[in-house]
Structure formats: structure tokens, C-alpha cells
């Protein structure tokens, strides 16, 4: 999953978002799904000054609630409004940073599994469900198996 936005008053675009609130439904609390417990993302922010981490989070702990398992980040600041503008040492600088984590990402990319925190979450939103779950998700979590024994990272 790649997810890409400027930074627009110290956080995602209105467009990123809405893109986000749409998904609201596959929220680990929700119906999450399956597939997103062995995902890897990458979450890219520029903006001509600063801002970056706050919009990469604004992303990240969405993905985080979506069970996404390994989230890589890559902020930049480019100091211009326009890709024409930037230099051409920030950008050798940007090429040898996107270099370097590509090669992060494919190097764990076959080997994704949730960590501590995403399997602490689900178990929290298991229990809540047990207990106090609506309905449509309970039974959504029911007939995974997932109130049982299963778990959506184990086959």
C-alpha cells in the first residue's frame, strides 16, 4: 500500500482524508480486513517546509487501526513549491533516501507479520466485540472465527 500526500496545514490534504474516512468500516474495531495483517505501506509527506511527521502519522495510525503490519514512512521537505525548483543536490539527497528504503521494504517484504502492538489491539477489539459488539461486526467477527480460536494472521 502507498499512500502520498503533501502536507497541507500541518496535515493530510482534505482529499487524503476523505480517501481514509471512507475505509472507516475496516477499522480493527469494526470489520477489519484479513489481507491487511500481512501488508507492508509506505507513507510519503513532502511539503516545501515542515509538517511531514504529523501528516505521515495523520495516515500511519489509520493503517495502524486497519491491522496494516509494517508501516515504512519517508518525509521530505523539498524547499520549493514546484519539483523544477528544487535542487539538483536536495535532489540527489531524495533519490539516495527513496533508494535506501526501497531496499528495506523489499528486503522484509515476504516476511510481514503483526507485531506486538497490532495483536494487542485486536485482542482488546476481540474482547469488545465479545462483549459489547453491534450486530453486523460481531457476527462479521463471529463467522471468521476470529471470537474463537482463529486469528486473521494464522491460516
Known amino acids: 500500500i502507498?499512500?502520498?500526500s503533501p502536507v497541507y496545514?500541518?496535515?493530510v490534504t482534505g482529499q487524503m482524508k476523505v480517501?481514509?474516512?471512507?475505509?472507516?468500516?475496516?477499522?480493527m474495531v469494526h470489520r477489519p480486513n484479513k489481507s491487511m495483517f500481512?501488508?507492508?505501506a509506505l507513507l510519503v509527506s513532502t511539503a516545501a517546509g515542515g509538517g511531514m511527521r504529523t501528516a505521515i502519522n495523520d495516515m500511519a495510525?489509520?493503517?495502524?487501526?486497519?491491522?496494516?503490519?509494517?508501516?515504512?514512512?519517508?518525509?521530505?521537505a523539498v524547499s520549493a513549491t514546484k519539483w523544477e525548483d528544487v535542487t539538483e543536490k536536495r535532489k540527489f539527497k531524495i533519490e539516495q533516501r527513496v533508494k535506501s528504503i526501497s531496499r528495506k521494504i523489499v528486503s522484509t517484504l515476504n516476511n510481514v507479520t503483526p507485531g506486538i502492538k497490532t495483536k494487542a489491539m485486536?485482542?482488546?477489539?476481540?474482547?469488545?466485540?465479545?462483549?459489547?459488539?453491534?450486530?453486523?461486526?460481531?457476527?462479521?467477527?463471529?463467522?471468521?472465527?476470529?471470537?474463537?480460536?482463529?486469528?486473521p494472521w494464522k491460516d
Open 122 to 151: 485486536f485482542s482488546l477489539f476481540r474482547m469488545m466485540q465479545k462483549k459489547f459488539g453491534m450486530p453486523y461486526d460481531k457476527n462479521y467477527w463471529q463467522e471468521l472465527g476470529w471470537l474463537d480460536d482463529k486469528r
Open 9 to 11: 496545514v500541518y496535515h
Open 38 to 40: 500481512s501488508k507492508t
Open 61 to 76: 495510525q489509520i493503517l495502524g487501526f486497519w491491522g496494516v503490519s509494517k508501516i515504512y514512512t519517508f518525509g521530505c
Open 19 to 27: 480517501l481514509l474516512d471512507h475505509f472507516g468500516f475496516q477499522f
Open 2 to 4: 502507498i499512500l502520498a
